[in-house]
């Protein structure tokens, strides 16, 4: 079909307000309010800052807290035992993998070079083999002197008279299998919120295309698909997931795909309610005047005022699929031993109340890393409201 | 009780009402002054958000918490804005009593019609004993002219029409025998026809009882019909305040001056039986199957359209007339194939009738539609710019970005907006700026047909005259075929140059405008035009509540 409007080529003056600047992120006028109405919003933005500082400083956990160097020099050669895994008779041992902690691979090394470590010199699995006290061990600073010094003897280390200074540091203390605490949260961390968001993330997707479909086409298929859901969820969601892994090893992706079956029908009925609300909307009925086609109408007019709600309820989404990766751990059925985990470290401070800062370490971060997630979806939901034009 | 004394019987002086939110302060009445004597009615008119309701509900101290009015409002010489909360109490539903808007929401669901009536006599404590109340609730009914009502009794507020709520409700504020009756917008939400007989019953009812009356409205038109005394309010303050007769006769604000000349003006261009056809349609029906029973068997239809024909002509002008549930919108909707109808339908010589959804694509860009609520009609997350630009996305899909935002500003331009605007949500318009978005809408694919679905109805006085010249200017400069659906006669007949009467989804009268103006031939549309142009009731028994 011909366009009869663009008369622009007659030479006339344009009308058109020039599309604006964009700064740094290229962000439309529109987005750059959304944005400055989260900004507005300071509680959520400054969450939104902890969080980002956390998440990305756990995104690099093997720089932060590792039992390898981040950079060796042995015999003028420069090594990245960080990314690569050295059998360990290059320095002159036996062990498919080396190492670095055993004194005398770490003295062979200091001895024909050096090495730079992580500041925390424990991976989530490292076993702390010189514990000062039996494990579950305290943080270092708890410990007295005397405790200390003790250890220090035992395990034969240069600096005896430095009190605590003497032996490694473990600042939250270790775990019943004398791991360190700290580095095993650094990890955990990282693990629960990939895990939150990637269930959050593809949960929400499948949930609002079927609310979407559901609420915009009404009718038959609204019926059929909420009896479906209705059976579906009244599964128990607990007892299967016992059973599968009971059969199949629960990994990272085995839980993501297991959880996924149920937790997608979380946000139907809140996507459905506003789908049949709005799709009666005349703005709806304009949008079909002008010949759109349905999924258009419904990504494009419905959905965007769908979204407070939907966005109100996403960020307990996130948080819930987080508490029930926790939950499985706690409960032995999530990830496979060994893994790092808060939900293992909660149950490690449940049968071992006589060292209190395994359950309040992890008390602690669950509850901080909830609450952040929840300010930060409060301030994203407030960006999104067009009536809120900052305060 | 009528209340003797040489003082007026309420006395408004520097009424002040500041609204905060945030940091920012809104001055919604700013500093009003005026007085009403008993048995007098004393009008407030205005345009939306000039401060009429805020004031009326700072008489009896009915706004939102935290809100204090500040002034004096002297009532039988006590101030209700210093006095306690029990005293108001005693006052309001008393002494002082109000009607609002909306009659489908300001009676409560729940209850029964006897219920509600009887709970105000109960607390005012005039009337005791069960039988003694029921008396007087027939009685109430009966004066604001219920049929039947003893049986009407025990009916829910679903089970009454329109004006039998808003009758209800005035049966309701009647009760105690006020002094003052405050009506604010009563007959706007009600058929033209309606509201003749509203107005009619508060007038007789205030000269039986002798109370004054507060009249807040936007209508001019019902100013003229009911009031004594009329107060213009612009911007929360009064502009003017003066006798009826004298404000009609010699305006002296600027405002009122505009406002009293903001009548739908103009005429619409002559009936021409040769102009080319647009639209065709031939008996259309429109019947939706009652369902009954377990087998959800069909045991009749409501027959929103019942056999309706019409010929839409380029650069003419089709209204369709009727009071609300005659079927109007239901007709512009199967026209436009937006919902399922029996019956020929041709556009442009092609039969479009049992199209499905994407062959009716093509067509969409030459038809088009504009709704009666532009705060419904337009998606509160997309921005103008997206908004108008929306069917041009669809109909044209290689328009480069720039030369849609170009098309979209040429738009706005021409339907008098601000080419600025298309980077702004909806919500920062005004309802007459945003009907103007959704005429731009409507026209930035140049279609050759609109169906004009009330669009002045929820707008101001003055509003609705420039959208009326509007719509004619585009329709003169465009050759464009309108379907103008409408309760507002006075509007039609400045757009109209054919004329459909509808009543029940059948067609009353149909012919050119001019003929069936001058001369309507059935009593339902002589009843209507009456009801429009006079405020009038019609001694015509063809009209129901």
């Known amino acids: ?391 | 009780m009528p209340f003797v004394s040489d003082q007026p019987l309420l006395t408004v002086r520097d009424l002040s009402v500041t609204f905060t939110q945030g940091d920012a302060k809104t001055l919604a009445v700013d500093g009003v002054s005026f007085s009403l004597e008993p048995g007098r009615t004393l009008a407030l008119v205005g345009e939306s958000g000039s401060g009429k309701s805020v004031t009326a509900l700072s008489i009896v101290r009915l706004l939102a918490q935290g809100v204090a009015p500040q002034g004096q409002v002297l009532f039988k010489g006590e101030d209700l804005l210093t006095c306690s909360e029990e005293q108001l109490r005693a006052i309001r539903g008393d002494a002082i009593t109000m009607v609002f808007q909306e009659p489908m929401t300001s009676l409560n669901p729940l209850h029964s019609i006897e219920r509600q009536i009887g709970e105000i006599l109960e607390l005012h404590g005039l009337c005791r004993g069960a039988a003694k109340i029921r008396a007087r609730v027939i009685e109430l009914l009966e004066e604001v002219g219920i049929p039947n009502p003893e049986e009407r009794l025990s009916a829910y507020p679903h089970q009454l029409s329109g004006g039998q709520r808003q009758r209800v409700m005035i049966a309701m504020a009647l009760a105690n025998r006020p002094d003052l009756f405050i009506a604010d917008e009563p007959t706007t939400a009600l058929d033209v026809t309606v509201q003749a007989q509203i107005l009619e019953l508060l007038k007789t009812l205030q000269k039986r009882h002798g109370m004054a009356m507060l009249f807040i409205t936007h209508d001019l038109g019902i100013v003229r019909k009911i009031a004594d005394d009329v107060a213009v309010m612009q911007k929360g303050r009064i502009v003017e305040a003066n006798k009826v007769g004298e404000i009609f006769a010699a305006p002296q604000h600027p405002y009122t001056k505009a406002l009293i000349a903001a009548e739908p003006k103009g005429s619409p261009p002559a009936t021409d039986l040769s102009a080319p056809t647009i639209v065709e349609a031939d008996d259309i029906r429109v019947w939706f199957p009652i369902k009954r029973g377990f087998l959800r068997k069909t045991v009749g239809h409501v027959k929103a359209v019942d056999g309706v024909s019409l010929t839409v002509r380029e650069g003419q002008t089709v209204g369709v007339v009727g009071e609300s549930g005659s079927g109007k919108t239901t007709l512009g909707l199967a026209l436009l194939r937006l919902i399922r109808s029996q019956g020929n339908i041709a556009f442009l010589g092609q039969r479009i009738d049992g199209l499905q959804s994407a062959a009716m694509r093509p067509y969409r860009r030459d038809m088009q539609i504009v709704f009666q609520d532009p705060y419904g009609s337009l998606s509160p997350r997309l921005s103008v710019g997206d908004i108008v630009a929306e069917g041009l996305g669809v109909q044209n899909r290689a328009l480069p970005v720039a030369e849609r935002r170009e098309i979209v500003a040429r738009a706005l331009a021409d339907t008098g907006l601000d080419p600025a605007a298309l980077d702004r949500y909806p919500h920062e318009f005004s309802g007459g700026q945003r009907q103007r978005i959704a005429i731009a809408r409507a026209m930035v694919l140049e279609p050759k047909f609109i169906v004009l679905d009330e669009p002045t109805s929820a707008l101001d006085m003055s509003v609705q005259a420039q959208i009326v010249d509007l719509l004619r200017d585009l329709q003169k400069r465009r050759g464009l075929a309108y379907l103008f659906i409408s309760h507002d006669l006075k509007v039609v007949r400045a757009l109209a140059s054919e004329i459909i009467v509808m009543r029940q989804g059948k067609v009353v009268e149909a012919g050119p405008a001019r003929n069936i103006l001058k001369e309507p031939r059935s009593d339902y549309t002589r009843a209507l035009f009456a009801a429009a142009f006079d405020i009038k009731v019609e001694a015509a028994a063809a009209l129901d509540q």
Not at chain 1, 36 to 43: E, S
Request: charged residues 15%; aromatic residues 12%.
């Open chain 1, 1 to 391: 079909m011909s366009l009869p409007l663009a008369r622009n080529d007659l030479g006339v003056k344009r009308l058109a307000p020039a599309l604006p600047s964009r700064g740094f992120l290229r962000l439309s006028p529109i987005n750059q309010r959304r944005f400055a109405n989260f900004k507005a919003h300071r509680r959520g933005f400054w969450s939104l800052w902890i969080f980002l500082i956390f998440f990305v400083a756990s995104l690099g956990a093997e720089f932060i807290a590792n039992d390898r160097p981040l950079i060796v020099s042995y015999k003028g050669e420069i090594l990245f035992p960080v990314f690569h895994n050295y059998p360990e008779d290059k320095f002159g041992g036996f062990l498919a993998e080396t190492d670095y902690r055993d004194e005398v691979i770490a003295k062979e090394i200091n001895d024909n070079g050096w090495m730079i470590w992580p500041p925390i010199r424990y991976s989530y699995q490292t076993i702390n083999r010189q514990l000062p006290t039996p494990a579950p061990s305290p943080p270092t600073w708890m410990l007295s002197k005397a405790q200390c010094e003790s250890a220090a003897k035992r395990f034969g280390g240069h600096n005896q008279d430095k009190g605590c200074d003497a032996i490694e540091w473990n600042w939250l203390g270790t775990d019943d299998q004398g791991r360190d605490v700290l580095a095993r949260l650094i990890y955990g961390f990282r693990l629960s919120i990939l895990f939150g968001l990637a269930l959050a993330g593809i949960s929400s997707a499948i949930g609002i295309t079927a609310g979407a479909v559901q609420g915009y086409f009404g009718g038959w298929t609204d019926l059929i698909s909420q009896r479906v859901i209705e059976i579906w969820s009244s599964l128990p969601h607990l007892y299967l997931l016992i059973i599968i892994s009971s059969i199949i090893t629960p990994s990272f992706f085995v839980l993501l795909g297991i959880l996924l079956l149920f937790s997608w029908v979380s946000l139907v009925p809140v996507v459905r309610a506003e789908f049949l609300r709005t799709r009666n909307f005349e703005y709806v009925n304009a949008a079909r005047a002008l010949g759109l086609t349905n999924a258009r109408i419904i990504f494009k007019h419905v959905l965007p005022n769908a979204m407070v709600a939907t966005l109100t309820f996403l960020p307990f989404v996130l948080n819930g699929s987080i508490t029930t990766l926790t939950a499985l751990d706690f409960l032995g059925f999530g990830l496979p031993p060994g893994s790092p985990s808060l939900g293992e470290l909660l149950l490690q401070g449940k049968s071992n109340l006589q060292a209190p800062w395994l359950g309040l370490t992890g008390f602690a971060v669950i509850a901080a890393m909830l609450s952040l997630l929840v300010f930060i979806g409060e301030a994203v939901r407030d960006a999104f409201d067009p009536r809120k034009t900052g305060r």
